[in-house]
């Protein structure tokens, strides 16, 4: 079972080549922090990771992923306006002056519980063909013996496949399904 109606904003992201990293996720922090102190309508956390190996973040270089969750989709609203406003302001746009660049989607939880320490992301398709009750069906017992989540992007909204399970430790797909296995390295 998955937390009810559970969206997360994810937000990909990458520093300047001038930038130093800790300077960068400094940043970030601060920024994650004032969000937290003063959080929009819905907002029910967020976090981040440093990652490598995701093509669509800053063509698989070094990169970011900072996961805003949000109750439901009339969240994201206030949460786009609260990010540079107020309280927020100062610290995302310190933050934003060091970034090179970003992409972004929406991703609902379909199974599991949310993973704020996750170590290890697979992103993947759902083979052709295969009903999205087998893939449940498939990926359910799974997930449930790892304590693994699996998101599942919103709509079309995002450049990543559409599916990411998340797990503290390795774990592999199940016969059938390949994607793209990435290490995290929780920053906030």
Known sequence: MSDPAMLAYVFWHWRRKDVDADAYEHRQRRFHAA??????????????????????ANGGRDAYEDWYLIRDAAALDALNAAAVSASRKAPHDAAAALADGGTAGLYTLRLGRVLPAA???????????????????????????????????????GPSPEFCVQSTGPLDLPDGLTGTAITLRPVI
């Open 119 to 157: 170590a290890h992301a697979r992103w993947f398709a759902k083979p052709a063909g295969m009903p999205y009750d087998e893939l449940w069906s498939l990926l359910g017992p799974r997930l449930k013996r790892h304590g693994a989540a699996l998101w599942v992007r919103f709509m079309v909204l």
């Open 35 to 56: 969000l937290a102190s003063a959080p929009s309508e819905g907002l029910e956390g967020s976090h981040s990771f440093a990652l490598a190996g995701a093509p669509w």
